[in-house]
């Protein structure tokens, strides 16, 4: 059974940081792609970041780019979200999800319906 775990949201000022962890288990993982998403309260879920497991590629919403940066530690099964200059906007519950590679083009994994697997979320307050 898949599971995504993730950890590391809370309450930070405006301009401050955090590191956003998703812990992944039960599969492989190497042929998936992971994304990060988030849900402001009375908004639909939007695309935040995704990358390959193997790291070959990465890609960002506009408005994050320059400010966020997902990595991984294949070792720990781990994807990461550090997050820099936050600002209130970012105010939301970052999910993370994966979805199986396939031959698309990487603008595919910005789309939900490209993810099989979500975390249950953890909830990132931006203070002004």
């Known amino acids: 059974q898949v599971q995504l775990v993730e950890s590391g949201g809370g309450l930070v000022q405006a301009g401050g940081s955090l590191r956003l962890s998703c812990t992944a288990s039960?599969?492989?993982?190497?042929?998936?792609?992971m994304g990060w998403f988030r849900q402001a309260p009375g908004k639909e879920r939007e695309f935040v970041a995704a990358?390959?497991?193997?790291?070959?590629?990465?890609y960002y919403t506009d408005s994050v780019k320059g400010r966020f940066t997902i990595s991984r530690d294949n070792a720990k099964n781990t994807v990461y979200l550090e997050m820099n200059s936050l600002k209130p906007e970012d105010t939301a519950v970052y999910y993370c999800?994966?979805?199986?590679?396939?031959?698309?083009?990487?603008?595919?994994?910005?789309?939900?319906?490209?993810?099989?697997?979500w975390g249950q979320g953890t909830q990132v307050t931006v203070s002004s």
């Open positions: 999800a994966s979805a199986p590679l396939r031959s698309y083009a990487i603008s595919t994994y910005s789309r939900e319906t490209a993810y099989t697997d």
């Open positions: 039960g599969r492989t993982f190497s042929s998936y792609a």
């Open positions: 990358s390959s497991w193997s790291g070959g590629w990465t």
